[in-house]
């Protein structure tokens, strides 16, 4: 699953960043590397970007970036 599909208020971990270059090393230096809890809280109203939860920091991605990042679902 992708990150960007994740619903709001539940959890993933971080499995793969699939982006190279710039945008890998902005998620590598928020904390996404694999074994990362986090969780979806909010979406703007119009729907780009989304607020996540990662490890105890609020960060607002945008879509197109939060779906190079696989994760798993945690129950």
């Known amino acids: 699953m992708l990150l960007s599909q994740l619903p709001l208020g539940k959890m993933g971990e ?3 960043i699939t982006c190279s270059g710039l945008t890998r ?3 590598l230096d928020l904390g996404l590397v694999p074994g990362t809890r986090i969780q ?3 979406q703007s109203p119009g729907g780009d970007p989304v607020a996540f939860n990662i490890r105890g920091a609020v960060i607002a ?3 197109d970036t939060a779906s190079q990042v696989k994760i798993q679902l945690v129950q």
Do not use: M
């Open 61 to 63: 991605l945008r879509l």
């Open 14 to 16: 971080v499995a793969a």
């Open 25 to 27: 090393r902005r998620l």
């Open 40 to 42: 979806a809280l909010r």
